[in-house]
């Protein structure tokens, strides 16, 4: 195998893996969207607050159990808890908000909810600010490095345990949320309530509790997100949910908003494109990559490459 092609396929490994996170939180954006048709601005910042309790429950436990000379257990007990605790508190801010801002604006034009929106992002994004402090912030780095192609006696890719980790949750979660979604009782009544909420409340679906449970499948996704980026990357910082936010709804948008398969496939091919720009490109051309490809697709696909073509909600 040439280094041409080596470097090509370690790029795409990259990408699939940060493609996978992406995809993540965008399930988050694209499930509020299909049921209420709310651009949930806040989502992104919903996901860096998770973040910020993630270091403190991991740091704290692992303080707890040991510190450094913690053993293997102690950190894999340290991550299970962390994702069992990290989307229960995501999720229940996240209904929370819906409870007190957005659902007193349901029958509001449409315009009130989604300034409301970016203003719960601000606010969550200066709770980040008050709670870690502006600057960047180190997050343990507690998954190994070591090359798992190594196994099989290759080496010249990386695929590393810390891709499995992220691999190994995130596509779980969204072959679980699909199957949710199409076979569960609430999972119907999230389906019916998206095509017409008098509809479903006419059939006896309480309309505003399937909201709350999108929300909190929702936040719980952008939560699981959440830890698995911190033990990814390493690093955080309050201005971090902006970013991830903003490629999230970009992948939310480019696979066709209210699809769950779209907000997947957007996030792989936003995560690929970032990757693939990065090295033959460069790192400040990504971002323009990114939503060059955006506007060609939308030119020829408006409602998105998995999307419906349905009436429009805002």
């Given at each position: 195998?040439?280094?041409?092609?080596?470097?090509?396929?370690?790029?795409?490994?990259?990408?699939?893996?940060?493609?996978?996170?992406?995809?993540?939180?965008?399930?988050?954006?694209?499930?509020?969207?299909?049921?209420?048709?709310?651009?949930?601005?806040?989502?992104?910042?919903?996901?860096?607050?998770?973040?910020?309790?993630?270091?403190?429950?991991?740091?704290?436990?692992?303080?707890?159990?040991?510190?450094?000379?913690?053993?293997?257990?102690?950190v894999i007990f340290a991550i299970a808890f962390s994702l069992l605790?990290?989307?229960?508190?995501?999720?229940?801010?996240?209904?929370?908000?819906?409870?007190?801002?957005?659902?007193?604006?349901?029958?509001?034009?449409?315009?009130?909810?989604?300034?409301?929106?970016?203003?719960?992002?601000?606010?969550?994004?200066?709770?980040?600010?008050?709670?870690?402090?502006?600057?960047?912030?180190?997050?343990?780095?507690?998954?190994?490095?070591?090359?798992?192609?190594?196994?099989?006696?290759?080496?010249?890719?990386?695929?590393?345990?810390?891709?499995?980790?992220?691999?190994?949750?995130?596509?779980?979660?969204?072959?679980?949320?699909?199957?949710?979604?199409?076979?569960?009782?609430?999972?119907?009544?999230?389906?019916?309530?998206?095509?017409?909420?008098?509809?479903?409340?006419?059939?006896?679906?309480?309309?505003?509790?399937?909201?709350?449970?999108?929300?909190?499948?929702?936040?719980?996704?952008?939560?699981?997100?959440?830890?698995?980026?911190?033990?990814?990357?390493?690093?955080?910082?309050?201005?971090?949910?902006?970013?991830?936010?903003?490629?999230?709804?970009?992948?939310?948008?480019?696979?066709?908003?209210?699809?769950?398969?779209?907000?997947?496939?957007?996030?792989?091919?936003?995560?690929?494109?970032?990757?693939?720009?990065?090295?033959?490109?460069?790192?400040?051309?990504?971002?323009?990559?990114?939503?060059?490809?955006?506007?060609?697709?939308?030119?020829?696909?408006?409602?998105?490459?998995?999307?419906?073509?349905?009436?429009?909600?805002?």
């Amino acid at each position: 195998m040439t280094a041409a092609l080596e470097l090509f396929l370690q790029h795409c490994l990259i990408g699939l893996t940060t493609g996978s996170l992406f995809a993540l939180i965008a399930l988050g954006y694209t499930m509020v969207y299909g049921i209420i048709g709310l651009i949930n601005f806040a989502h992104g910042d919903l996901f860096m607050l998770g973040s910020f309790l993630a270091l403190t429950v991991i740091g704290g436990m692992m303080q707890a159990l040991g510190g450094p000379a913690a053993g293997a257990g102690a950190v894999i007990f340290a991550i299970a808890f962390s994702l069992l605790i990290v989307p229960i508190f995501c999720a229940s801010l996240n209904v929370a908000v819906d409870r007190i801002v957005y659902r007193p604006l349901r029958d509001a034009p449409k315009l009130a909810p989604l300034v409301s929106a970016i203003g719960v992002s601000y606010i969550f994004m200066n709770i980040g600010l008050f709670w870690r402090g502006a600057h960047p912030i180190n997050f343990p780095n507690l998954v190994s490095d070591y090359n798992l192609l190594e196994l099989v006696g290759y080496s010249s890719v990386q695929f590393t345990v810390k891709d499995f980790l992220v691999i190994g949750i995130t596509v779980p979660l969204m072959i679980g949320l699909t199957l949710f979604v199409k076979f569960t009782r609430l999972g119907t009544a999230m389906r019916a309530t998206e095509q017409s909420q008098l509809a479903a409340r006419l059939m006896g679906i309480n309309v505003d509790r399937v909201i709350a449970a999108t929300f909190a499948i929702g936040g719980g996704l952008a939560g699981a997100a959440s830890v698995v980026y911190s033990l990814y990357i390493n690093t955080i910082s309050f201005q971090m949910g902006f970013q991830n936010g903003l490629y999230a709804f970009t992948a939310a948008v480019l696979g066709g908003i209210g699809s769950l398969p779209g907000a997947v496939l957007g996030g792989l091919i936003i995560g690929l494109v970032r990757s693939l720009g990065s090295a033959y490109i460069g790192e400040r051309w990504t971002s323009a990559l990114i939503f060059a490809i955006l506007i060609v697709i939308l030119v020829f696909r408006p409602s998105g490459l998995l999307g419906a073509r349905a009436r429009e909600k805002v």
